[in-house]
């Protein structure tokens, strides 16, 4: 099992950005997707944005395109969510997760383990 641990969340006014991280507990996690989600109050989970394991592939859905940034940072098992120009409707519980693969995937039910989430709330 790998261990998980988001930070950066906050509270923040529109168009501000924050940067979330993800710190994980295993090194054989620099090999596997890693994916962020999130969810609002009475909202179901959706995806945001996911990540190869080489870090070359990445895809976002498409509310946070030309807005967020994934990328990783191996050497650290760490990766991130860079967020700009957030919107009130980002706000929400941030999660990030990993697979046992490669192959960076928004499919939640391929996520082996999440992390306990990490609040971002963005104020009009």
């Known amino acids: 099992q790998v261990q998980l641990v988001e930070s950066g969340g906050g509270l923040v006014q529109a168009g501000d950005s924050l940067r979330l991280s993800c710190a994980a507990s295993a090194r054989t996690s620099s090999s596997y997707a890693v994916g962020w989600f999130r969810q609002a109050p009475g909202m179901e989970r959706e995806f945001v944005a996911a990540i190869s394991g080489s870090g070359f592939g990445t895809f976002y859905a498409d509310p946070v395109k030309g807005r967020f940034t994934i990328s990783r940072d191996n050497a650290k098992n760490t990766v991130y969510l860079q967020m700009n120009s957030l919107k009130p409707e980002d706000t929400a519980v941030y999660y990030c997760?990993?697979?046992?693969?490669?192959?960076?995937?928004?499919?939640?039910?391929?996520?082996?383990?999440w992390g306990q989430g990490t609040q971002v709330t963005v104020s009009s």
């Open positions: 997760a990993i697979t046992r693969t490669s192959w960076a995937t928004r499919d939640s039910s391929q996520y082996a383990d």
